[in-house]
């Protein structure tokens, strides 16, 4: 069955400090894989996407995130994290071969900074 | 460019009662998609609709729910009746064809009491 997984549910780090967010899919098809950021009061905002390609991908707001096949992980990393990142972070995966459906998603991390 | 509406923002019900829930997505989007996120849990999608035809329905819960989207534009989601653990935020997302890459709208929190 497919799975994701983000193992830390919480995380509170001191504003300026680098931040790295896990996620780790179990697939049976080659996944693409995206990032997305929900803010207090706000829908689902894509951060940034993995399709194919160069395995570091770059997002918005200062992200970015690395594809790593033989770890089946894609975490996301931000040098130095600002009060404004204060959100919950989800990792979700669709595989390809499907007809452009389903997204499964981790259970989500909530990134609480500190001043 | 407008992006994904949904409405309500918020609902609330009472067990047995009926809401219907609406989703407008990114004009020329045509495929449309409803996920549901129950407290505590992870985002679980739900339905996948190609235009107006019904692509993957297999995250619909049961027989209780009913999605449309007349038209191939905007989708409604229909629950009735409510039960208790229908409480959550139901988000809805869009993309354009042939793209993978889903837009999401900013959800409907409906609570059952």
């Known amino acids: 069955a497919q799975s994701v997984t983000q193992p830390d549910i919480h995380i509170t780090v001191s504003e300026g400090a680098s931040l790295e967010l896990r996620c780790n899919y179990s697939?049976?098809?080659?996944?693409?894989l995206f990032w997305y950021v929900q803010s207090p009061g706000q829908g689902l905002q894509l951060l940034l996407k993995?399709?194919?390609?160069?395995?570091l991908v770059q997002g918005i707001k200062g992200f970015e995130a690395e594809f790593k096949r033989s770890q089946s992980s894609f975490n996301l990393r931000k040098p130095s994290v600002h009060w404004s990142d204060a959100a919950e972070y989800f990792c979700?995966?669709?595989?390809?071969?499907?007809?452009?459906?389903?997204?499964?998603f981790g259970q989500g991390t909530i990134l609480t900074v500190h001043p | 460019e407008a992006g994904v509406t949904q409405f309500p923002s918020h609902s609330v019900i009472e067990k047995g009662q009926t809401v219907t829930l609406r989703c407008d997505p990114i004009?020329?989007?045509?495929?449309l998609y409803w996920y549901r996120r129950v407290m505590g849990k992870e985002i679980k999608f739900l339905l996948h609709?190609?235009?107006?035809?019904?692509?993957?329905e297999s995250g619909m819960p049961n027989n209780r729910f009913l999605a449309e989207r007349t038209g191939g534009t905007y989708s409604t989601l229909k629950v009735q009746p409510a039960e208790l653990e229908d409480s959550g935020v139901y988000f809805c997302?869009?993309?354009?064809?042939?793209?993978?890459?889903?837009?999401f709208g900013p959800g409907t929190r409906l609570t059952v009491t």
């Open positions: 697939y049976g098809a080659t996944p693409y």
């Open positions: 979700a995966v669709g595989a390809y071969g499907t007809s452009y459906g389903k997204l499964t």
């Open positions: 004009s020329g989007h045509d495929n």
């Open positions: 997302a869009s993309s354009q064809p042939g793209s993978y890459e889903q837009y």
């Open positions: 609709f190609v235009k107006e035809s019904k692509q993957d």
């Open positions: 993995y399709f194919s390609g160069d395995t």
